[in-house]
């Protein structure tokens, strides 16, 4: 079954660092790009990251970059992301998912991880 | 960035109605549009790709058109478990950005 589970998620302080894991079975992980989409309580879904399936290509979107960073290990089947200096507003539930390229959008998602960022 | 919007952002249907859901790209984004059912409590599951392409598994009452700016998701034939909120998303370039979503449920 192809399955992706996250993991990682808390309660943080502002200013705090948060690492998210994904894990991923039931298929080849290295032939397929990932990324992360988060949504905050009550809205709607905000694309967060990309990376393609070697690694090789990494995107961000402008509320993140600098903060946070996306990686892989193909190894360990495995899609990460560091997230440093959290703002309240980077309170949300973390999906990973999958797509097949770049311009076929998002197959397969996890379940999520939730993130609070609260003094 | 590309903005996405959707009409409308909600509506009341009945089992087994025809129901349409429109979204347009501030942009041309070609056929690079995505279509994604999320449930409450549930992550995002997907439903159409390239605008017209079918998930596998995905019910034959969902069908997608359009190209360029504008877009429309349709469900021919309201089924119960098609109550949800359903979101547009672009693929053409990053950032990726999603609609604000249409909210679809019981009359």
């Known amino acids: 079954e192809v399955q992706l589970v996250e993991s990682g998620g808390g309660l943080v302080q502002p200013g705090g660092s948060l690492r998210l894991s994904c894990a991923a079975s039931?298929?080849?992980?290295?032939?397929?790009?990932m990324n992360w989409v988060r949504q905050a309580p009550g809205k709607g879904l905000e694309w967060v990251s990309y990376?393609?399936?070697?690694?090789?290509?990494?995107y961000y979107a402008d509320s993140v970059k600098g903060r946070l960073t996306i990686s892989r290990d193909n190894v360990k089947n495995s899609l990460y992301l560091q997230m440093n200096s959290l703002r309240d507003e980077d309170t949300a539930v973390y999906y990973c998912?999958?797509?097949?390229?770049?311009?076929?959008?998002?197959?397969?998602w996890g379940q999520g991880t939730t993130v609070t960022v609260s003094s | 960035d590309i903005q996405m919007t959707q009409s409308p952002s909600s509506l009341s249907a009945s089992v087994g109605d025809r129901v349409t859901i429109t979204c347009r790209a501030s942009q041309s984004i070609s056929i690079s549009l995505n279509w994604y059912q999320q449930k409450p409590g549930k992550a995002p599951k997907s439903l159409i790709y390239?605008?017209?392409s079918l998930q596998s598994g995905v019910p034959s009452r969902f069908s997608g058109s359009g190209s360029g700016t504008d877009f429309t998701l349709t469900i021919s034939s309201l089924q119960p478990e098609d109550f949800a909120t359903y979101y547009c998303q672009q693929s053409f370039s990053t950032p990726f950005t999603f609609g604000p979503g249409t909210k679809v449920d019981i009359k």
């Open positions: 998912a999958r797509s097949v390229s770049y311009y076929y959008g998002m197959d397969v």
């Open positions: 990376i393609s399936s070697s690694g090789s290509t990494i």
């Open positions: 039931g298929f080849t992980f290295s032939s397929y790009d």
């Open positions: 390239d605008t017209s």
